[in-house]
């Protein structure tokens, strides 16, 4: 594939990936968004974030079979509890990166 093709590829992702962020920005920014519109947006990113860790936590092997044993869910639980009590993220992501580490240490 010639140089130039790549480069097109490169600047058509980036398109791909600015324009859907630029438009509702653009276009709403100015506009009073209902309580009920605002709040629900509110709830996507925790969503979308769930959506994502939850299966790879909770769930191992093809076909995916529920694990409750797997290091990943240990570390994860007290870490949910501890970003519940504190909302620091920064301090989230310590515990979880300590606890994660002393289980595998422990369950070697």
């Known amino acids: 594939m010639p140089d130039i093709h790549y480069v097109l590829l490169i600047v058509g992702m980036g398109l791909a990936t600015y324009l ?3 438009l509702p920005l653009t276009l709403l920014s100015r506009r009073q968004l209902p309580r009920w519109l605002t709040d629900w947006l509110d709830l ?9 860790v939850a299966p790879v936590l909770v769930t191992t092997g093809t076909p995916r079979t529920f694990d409750p044993s797997r290091p ?9 509890f501890f970003a519940l009590k504190t909302r620091s993220l920064a301090g ?3 515990v979880g990166m300590a606890l994660y580490w002393l289980l595998g240490l422990v369950l070697r």
């Open 92 to 94: 989230t992501v310590i």
């Open 20 to 22: 859907p962020r630029m």
């Open 44 to 52: 996507v990113p925790v969503a979308i974030l769930s959506s994502l």
């Open 72 to 80: 990943d869910l240990l570390a994860a639980i007290p870490t949910l």
